[in-house]
């Protein structure tokens, strides 16, 4: 299983960018998608989550500026970001629970982060 994210980059304060982390390999159902961020000196946070049956979750931090989504078809999962503050700036990572088999548990998965720098 491979996770390879990707949209990160350098934008102004109240910019734009969209993030997306495809998953590939053998996979039988994926359960949970997140995404999370780690900033300098900081520890890795929850940014926002998506589970099969379509329960998301967001950080206070970034409730109204962000949207989580996914394609099941093309096992990929989105975050859009609007508004971004200087303290979005982040290494930002892609973590799914999935099963590559129906007969064993889920197992997790990280993907290879991406860089988010908000400055101007």
């Known amino acids: 299983v491979q996770l390879q994210a990707s949209g990160g980059g350098l934008v102004q304060p109240g910019g734009s960018l969209r993030l997306s982390c495809v998953v590939s390999?053998?996979?039988?159902?994926?359960?949970?998608m997140g995404w999370y961020r780690q900033a300098p000196g900081k520890q890795r946070e929850l940014v926002s989550s998506?589970?099969?049956?379509?329960?998301?979750n967001y950080a206070d931090s970034v409730k109204g500026r962000f949207t989580i989504s996914r394609d099941h078809a093309k096992n990929t999962v989105f975050l859009q970001m609007n508004g971004l503050k200087p303290e979005d700036t982040a290494v930002y990572y892609c973590?799914?629970?999935?099963?590559?088999?129906?007969?064993?548990?889920?197992?997790?998965?990280w993907g290879q982060g991406t860089q988010v720098t908000v400055s101007s």
């Open positions: 973590n799914v629970d999935l099963k590559t088999d129906p007969y064993l548990v889920g197992q997790e998965y």
């Open positions: 390999g053998s996979i039988f159902a994926i359960e949970y």
């Open positions: 998506i589970t099969s049956g379509g329960n998301i």
